[in-house]
């Protein structure tokens, strides 16, 4: 696609945009009067603006049904959580048996390990991404110790080339056969954080599993974001948080997901709790643990309502713009439009003023850019804020921009791209 820096060009694509009326369904921060440009979904989602109705809901079942609000009213808590599985299974490419929501994000990751890192004197090694999000790597570094490994000895990374900010893929296959006789797990991000990468998860985990180990995947920068086929790829495990490209609010509930080949899997240990248990038994609360099948089996406590009900609310809202096809085809064209006008920033001062380290591949990144600043860096980012651009900011010298398909318009990244080769002049 031909694009144009102008005005009147990223108003004609917003015309032209499909998903365009979406944004109604949000509330936009305002900043000095005006919708602030909001390209920070890949840290906190905007509020829809249907969630206080669907928390409010769930207020009234409880001070109207009180205790009976669990089987009783039209939404009876102790099912709540089953309507959210469908829509969530066609957001990470799974069957709904296969996902289920519970706790949070690090919590999950934990627990997930418990079942899928049982390593043994031979096979104990982890390999994951360098420059993983530190919650990663401190649920690695404390899984390790806690099985009597040294993480120095047991970890693996895998970093990019000198020179280079991504990794390459034949990198990651061949550290995976490097190491193939120790590996317990792969463990990776569907996107790293810092650099917008989006991994080839099909190919790491066949190469995982050819190696004997198991393969999970955190989906914090990817679920809701681009798309994923968990079942198809075999991933043993994934887990994910709802606050970022999936608007839930913030410490939302987070997702799961166990492939079905692991359902029946008696070998697997879980931490159990009450709310994993066979669901037509469960009040009988007999002593020995039966899980439920599927991803449920792996719940532990009691569903916390009104975190569901905000995810309900930002789910819906994803089933309605037609989930992850229909809003990766506008995400596609919002990012590379960004790309375009920062390019022309640096295309006019004859300087790569603006970096752009996430890979220039469509099929290797999702909605974000991140953008190291030659000079001034900070200011720049503070410049941005002063005039309603709303990115977030990464030590030493990276801005993350995230334009998402469900409440941004071209018009946004055009405005904050003026605001970008502004704050060079300034
Ligand atoms: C955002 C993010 C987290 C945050 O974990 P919480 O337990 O929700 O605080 C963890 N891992 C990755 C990769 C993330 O991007």
Known sequence: MEYQNSAEFAQQLDEQDALNSFRQQFLIPQHAGKDAIYLCGNSLGLQPKATQQYIAHQLSNWQNLAVEGWFQGDDPWLQYHKQMLQPLANIVGAQPAEV???????????LLMVSFYQPTPKRYKILMEGGAFPSDQYAMESQVRFHGFD??????????????????????????????DELALVLFSGINYYTGQLFDLQVIAQTGHAAGAFVGFDLAHAAGNVPLELNAWGADFACWCSYKYMNSGPGGI?????????????????????WGYRNDTRFKMAPGFEPEAGAEGWQVSTSPILLMAAHKAALQIFEEAGSIPALR??????????????????????DELFKI??????????????????????????????RGVIGDWREPNVIRLSPVPLYNTFTDVYTAARHLAESVRA
């Open 100 to 110: 289920t929501i519970m706790n949070s994000l690090t919590v999950n990751l934990h």
């Open 151 to 180: 993480p120095k000895d047991a970890i693996v990374e895998v970093f990019p080339r000198d020179g280079e900010s991504t990794l390459r893929t034949a990198d990651i296959v061949s550290k995976i056969i490097e190491h193939a």
């Open 254 to 274: 987070s997702g799961i997901f166990v492939h079905e080949k692991h359902h029946q899997n008696r070998k697997l240990n879980r931490f159990a709790g009450w």
């Open 329 to 350: 085809a506008k995400s596609l064209k919002l990012t590379a439009y960004l790309q375009y006008l920062i390019e022309e920033i640096n295309g006019q001062h004859g």
């Open 357 to 386: 380290i996430t890979p220039k591949n469509q099929q290797e990144r999702g909605c974000q850019l991140s953008i190291i600043c030659k000079e001034n860096g900070k200011a720049t980012f503070d410049y941005l804020a002063s």
